[in-house]
Each structure stands twice: as C-alpha cells, then as structure tokens.
C-alpha cells in the first residue's frame, strides 16, 4: 500500500508496535484488517494536501489496543451509523465493495475485539480496535 499511499500524499507510521504481545486471532484475518483500514485512509486522502495515518498500539490491562488514527477529513455525520454495513460505501459505482469495515467489524468479533470508531468531521477518523490478551 506504501506506493498508493504516497500517491495521495498520504504518510504512514507505526508506533508502539514492535512491543506487543500476541493475541488470539487469525493472521490473515489481522491482515486483512489492517489492509482494509489503511485502505480506507487512502481512499479518503485527497491527494492535493500531505496527510498522515499513524497506526498505534498500546497494551493496558488484559487487552491491547490498535488505533488508526488519520487527517483525511472525517467521516460524513449522517455516514457514520452505517459504515460497518455491508456493502454500504460513499464511493462511486465502480470504486469500492462497500466490504471493507464490514470485514474488520467481523475479523475483531471473531477474536472477541471490539472496535469504536472517533469521527472528527472535517479533520479525520480514529478507529480504535480492542483485542483481549490470552489469559
């Protein structure tokens, strides 16, 4: 995804990652995941303007916490109740699925997660995933 995003100025970084511990959760499934949330903040960047997403990890007690936090402008107020609808897309015909956070809302269930999303319209979106630490 690193040449779409640079396409639409969009920067990616990543902190606190490397001192995770594992979570029970396919990894394909995390994968895909995050392809569809990184996907998602490059589809919003515009391409006139440098953006950013920073992808965050943190560790509290019992759970860990992702957190895709872009610039991209936000989320529509009326959008936000249905973005984890299938097939629900803002996108024109021909531009998207509408599956993308239908596919995370369904990969951080399956692992018993849950994840929040912290829309700021007009500035940019935060999705916070939550996974529970094996006990």
């Known amino acids: 995804l690193d040449g779409k995003a640079r396409e639409r100025q969009l920067s990616l970084s990543m902190r606190g990652m ?73 996108k024109p015909p021909g531009q998207g699925t509408g599956l993308g956070l239908c596919i995370v809302d369904r990969v951080v269930t399956q692992a018993r997660g849950k994840v929040r999303v912290e829309n700021r319209p007009g500035e940019g979106t935060t999705f916070h995933v939550t996974f529970p630490l094996p006990s």
């Open 18 to 90: 490397s001192t995770l511990p594992p979570v029970h959760a396919n990894e394909k499934d995390l994968e895909q995941m995050c392809f569809a949330l990184i996907e998602n903040a490059i589809g919003a960047a515009d391409g006139n303007r440098p953006r950013r997403l920073v992808i965050r990890g943190r560790r509290t007690a019992g759970e860990i916490t992702l957190s895709f936090e872009d610039n991209c402008g936000g989320i529509a107020p009326e959008h936000v109740d249905r973005i984890f609808e299938p097939f629900f897309s803002t």
